[in-house]
Nanobody
């Protein structure tokens, strides 16, 4: 089992920044994929960013809507994945959730692939 806890959400002004954290506990895997997803009221959950790693490589991925503004990273020692969000826009307002799955997967953007989810954290961007 893996437990995920997000933090760092809150209120920001347009153009501002926030950093989300997703701390993992429980079982660990040498090859894993983690993703950030968001869901705004009345909309479907959408992929934001993903990171997958093995012993020899780490790859990152972004939705077109956040590319160039958001950066995903991980700290192995802290077992934490971060989402640095710069240049925030009102349309970034949503509940952001992190997810984790076993293996180095090509399905990083598919929420159905993931085995574990955090509880979500609210991000609100005012204009």
């Amino acid at each position: 089992q893996v437990q995920l806890v997000e933090s760092g959400g809150g209120l920001a002004q347009a153009g501002g920044s926030l950093t989300l954290s997703c701390a993992a506990s429980g079982q660990t895997f040498s090859r894993s994929t983690m993703g950030w997803f968001r869901q705004a009221p009345g909309k479907e959950r959408e992929f934001v960013s993903g990171i997958r790693w093995s012993i020899v490589s780490t790859d990152t991925y972004y939705a077109d809507s956040v590319k160039g503004r958001f950066t995903i990273s991980r700290d192995n020692a802290k077992r934490t994945v971060y989402l640095q969000m710069n240049g925030l826009k009102p349309e970034d307002t949503a509940v952001y959730s992190c997810a984790a799955g076993r293996g180095y997967s090509d399905s990083y953007s598919n929420p159905q692939w993931y085995d574990y989810w955090g509880q979500g954290t609210q991000v609100t961007v005012s204009s």
